[in-house]
């Protein structure tokens, strides 16, 4: 009997179709599952001047919901601290940025929202 694929598989499936739509509507891919002490980006890309921090979702069902929903205030946060990690590292901190939310369905259909959420100003240095 095989065994049921980990989550870690299912999210590197849903990721590397994720890519494949971004690069085919023009993005460049910067860097995949970039992590630090705070948490992990599962994608980075750039596309027309903007950094755009994508975080993937792999949808177990066919109905992908409420977008507002697929990420949470809390994992929010947690990616924005990370995206200034990132954009400090980089020396990219006067770049405009921009937080998506791709999400794969067990079909392989892709639903991409971008500018998902925003930084509170508190957030954002």
């Given at each position: ?9 299912k999210?590197?499936?849903?990721e590397?179709?994720?890519?494949k739509h971004?690069r085919?509507k ?21 596309y ?35 995206s200034q990690e ?7 901190n006067?770049?405009?940025v921009?937080y ?7 079909a392989?259909?892709?639903c ?12 954002f240095?």
């Open positions: 009997m095989a065994s049921p694929r980990s989550t870690r598989e999210g590197g499936s849903g590397k179709i994720a890519r971004l085919a023009g993005y460049r891919i910067l860097d995949v599952n970039y992590r630090t002490r705070i948490g992990e980006i599962d994608i980075i890309a750039a027309s001047g903007i950094v755009v921090f994508i975080e993937v979702k792999m949808s177990t069902g066919e109905v992908f919901g409420d977008p507002l929903s697929w990420v949470p205030p809390w994992k929010q946060r947690r990616i924005i601290r990370v990132y954009l400090i590292r980089n020396r990219l006067d770049s405009q921009r998506d939310v791709v999400a794969v369905d067990p392989r259909r892709v991409h929202v971008e500018d998902a959420f925003r930084p509170l100003d508190e957030f240095m």
